[in-house]
């Protein structure tokens, strides 16, 4: 009995430290990506045309990070 409740223990701990990281990680991410969408906000683009411009540049950012996590 008592190695069940040790390896539930063991389990719900790991669990614990797992989602706890999986939360730091996601706040990274939006910290990262909410600084990119400022610096655009910040720049103050003169036309719609230099706005999306930017807008792609960040999306393409955006799409090779995920390309790069996919492979890895």
């Known amino acids: 009995m008592a190695t069940v409740?040790?390896?539930?223990?063991?389990?719900?701990?790991?669990?614990?430290?797992?989602?706890?990281?999986?939360?730091?990680n996601e706040i990274v991410l939006l910290e990262h990506w909410k600084s990119q969408i400022d610096k655009i906000?910040?720049?103050?683009?003169?036309?719609?045309?230099?706005?999306?411009?930017?807008?792609?540049?960040?999306?393409?950012m955006m799409g090779n990070r995920i390309k790069v996590l996919k492979k890895g």
Do not use: G, T, V
């Open 41 to 60: 906000e910040n720049s103050r683009p003169d036309s719609i045309a230099s706005l999306l411009l930017q807008i792609r540049k960040m999306s393409e």
């Open 5 to 24: 409740d040790s390896s539930a223990a063991f389990i719900k701990e790991y669990q614990e430290r797992f989602e706890k990281k999986l939360k730091e």
